[in-house]
């Protein structure tokens, strides 16, 4: 079945590694904006530039041109089977742009899947990954930042489309098991 999935949860939540297994195991685009954006640092773009400071900060990237770049990626032939987007939207703006943009092209958003995951777990995580962008104060600050302006993006989905909780602490096997219960489940209801 078709689906276009929100992979959604605080950074450090898992959401990338679960997207890229359910996208790999569902046959669908995984559409990583963190990877999109951590492409353009290492080039040394421009943009990479630009995206490297804000990163640094713990901030987030304008709606501008996080829309931009998802809106391309979506209008990409590959995506019209389905896909699975993670990183992206992180602001109330980009998911009503990311809501008209589906709209206007006859297709929409299925499922929102929200990983669940305390801070205090979150904190120790993103210091494990050892990143240079990864300290405690900045991590504390980006979750800070999640709660303020991405957390809304919930609220704004909410009744349009429908979210799924899935705990997001446990071995990998057993979360993306859980996901895919979710999924199947909703596969079934829609038949």
């Known amino acids: 079945m078709r689906r276009n999935i929100l992979m959604f949860g605080p950074p450090g939540s898992g959401k990338g590694t679960q997207a890229a297994r359910i996208a790999q195991r569902r046959g669908l685009v995984h559409i990583s904006t963190g990877d999109i954006l951590r492409d353009a640092v290492a ?3 421009k943009m990479g530039l630009q995206v490297k400071a804000i ?7 304008t709606d501008e041109l996080m829309f931009g ?9 590959d995506t019209l089977e389905g896909f699975l987007l993670d990183g992206f939207p992180r602001t109330v703006n980009q998911a009503e742009g990311l ?5 206007m092209a006859g297709r929409q958003l299925d499922v929102v899947l ?5 801070d205090d777990e979150l904190v120790r995580r993103a210091v494990a990954r050892g990143r ?3 300290d405690e104060g900045t991590i504390r ?10 957390e809304p993006v919930l609220e704004a989905l909410a009744g349009r489309v429908g979210i799924e909780k899935i705990g997001g602490v446990g071995d990998l096997d057993s979360i993306t098991g859980s996901i895919e ?3 199947d489940a909703a596969d079934t209801s829609q038949e």
Do not use: F, P
């Open 43 to 45: 080039a040394g773009t």
């Open 55 to 61: 990163i640094e900060r713990g901030d987030l990237v």
């Open 69 to 77: 770049l998802v809106k391309e990626r979506l209008r990409q032939a």
């Open 99 to 103: 809501l008209a943009l589906l709209s």
């Open 114 to 118: 929200l990983l669940d995951v305390d």
């Open 132 to 134: 240079a962008d990864d």
């Open 141 to 150: 600050h980006r979750l800070n930042v999640y709660r303020e302006q991405t």
């Open 181 to 183: 219960l979710v999924l």
